[in-house]
């Protein structure tokens, strides 16, 4: 009888030891779909609370197309985000505290001469 009462605890710890690992494990993608006129020229990400230093995306994103930026660390614990778009017509946006853990996918758009966001 032993030996049963072994298998759940081991099944229970593997699912809590697997549970924690993927709270932790940052998914690091983040898709941005440009569905403006314009071409982003820019895309810089930071965690919420901190400076933009070094965290510029340099690949331009064509009018219709999608770019994934990967390597973004995000995780439960640095789940909220603050990203800043520029338009190649020099405008830009700044969208502070973005929950990049819930929401993986930005679709920007252009409208009455500002830059908005549909998060998925």
């Not at 690091?28 to 071409?39: A, E, K, Q, V």
């Not at 800043?84 to 819930?102: A, F, M, P, T, V």
Request: proline share 3%.
């Amino acid at each position: 009888m032993k030996n049963f009462k072994v298998i759940p605890v081991l099944v229970l710890t593997l699912l809590f030891i697997f549970g924690a690992v993927g709270a932790v494990s940052a998914n690091g993608t983040l898709r941005i779909h440009n569905d403006t006129r314009y071409n982003i020229s820019k895309v810089y990400v930071s965690p919420y609370g901190k400076s933009y230093s070094g965290q510029k995306n340099s690949h331009i994103i064509p009018i219709g197309k999608t770019f994934t930026l990967g390597n973004v660390p995000i995780s439960r614990s640095n789940r909220y985000w603050n990203i800043k778009i520029y338009l190649s017509n020099g405008k830009s946006r700044e969208w502070k505290k973005q929950d990049l853990y819930s929401y993986r996918e930005m679709t920007v758009t252009y409208s009455n001469s500002k830059l908005h966001a549909d998060w998925d």
